[in-house]
Structures are given as C-alpha cells and as structure tokens.
C-alpha cells in the first residue's frame, strides 16, 4: 500500500515562504494521484492542490497564484507556499488516489491514503 509522511511545516510570519514534503513510500506511488488538505480548528478539512500522475494539476482558489505542488522526486510530492498568510495556518495532509487515475478529486472522501499530518502556523 501507499503511505506517506509529512514534513516542512513549522511557524512562520505573515508573508513568509516554506515548503512541505511528501514523502511517499511503495511502487504503486508512482501512478498514484496526489493532493494536499489542509484542516484548520473547528473547520472541516478543505482541499489546497491536487497533483495527477499524469501531471494535471488544480488549487482551490484561496492558494491558487501562492502555492505549487509538485512531484519533486521518486518519493516526495512537495507544497511550495508563498506569501503566506494567517489564514494558511493549518494542519496540512497529504493523500493519495489511485492508481491510473486521470481525474481531480477535490473530496477528501476520495482519497484511500493519508498523511499524518504537519502543522503549519502563520503569525501576524
């Protein structure tokens, strides 16, 4: 099976940048469709970037211009964020779909793998 651990989280200010990693262990991985959610407290967990294996990608429109995804090596999917805001200030998971799969998912429902967890947090 697929599994995957998260790092690179941490506090930072308001505009600030940091990258998270998600390293993923298996062969299947590589056909596999990555994402990252994100879950603040009291909030239900919200989809941030979605990556196919075929290389498709998509953003939720609050990251979207601010934040890459993007497969880094053979095992690590990394979550460029930049301009970062209070807002960003989260618990990030990643998750994994597949295999073969060609579509997006922005559910969460969707994805059979997870991370978890690595806290980022955004001081003003």
């Known amino acids: 099976q697929v599994q995957a651990v998260e790092s690179g989280g941490g506090l930072v200010q308001t505009g600030d940048s940091l990258r998270l990693a998600c390293a993923a262990s298996g062969s299947a991985s590589r056909s596999y469709n990555m994402a990252w959610f994100r879950q603040a407290p009291g909030k239900e967990r919200e989809f941030v970037a979605a990556?196919?294996?075929?290389?498709?990608t998509h953003y939720a429109d609050s990251v979207k211009g601010r934040f890459t995804i993007s497969k880094d090596n053979a095992k690590n999917t990394g979550l460029q964020m930049n301009s970062l805001k209070p807002e960003d200030t989260a618990i990030y998971y990643c998750a994994a779909r597949g295999p073969y799969l060609a579509d997006i998912s922005v559910s969460a429902d969707a994805y059979k793998h997870w991370g978890q967890g690595d806290q980022v947090t955004v001081s003003s």
């Open positions: 990556l196919t294996w075929t290389g498709k």
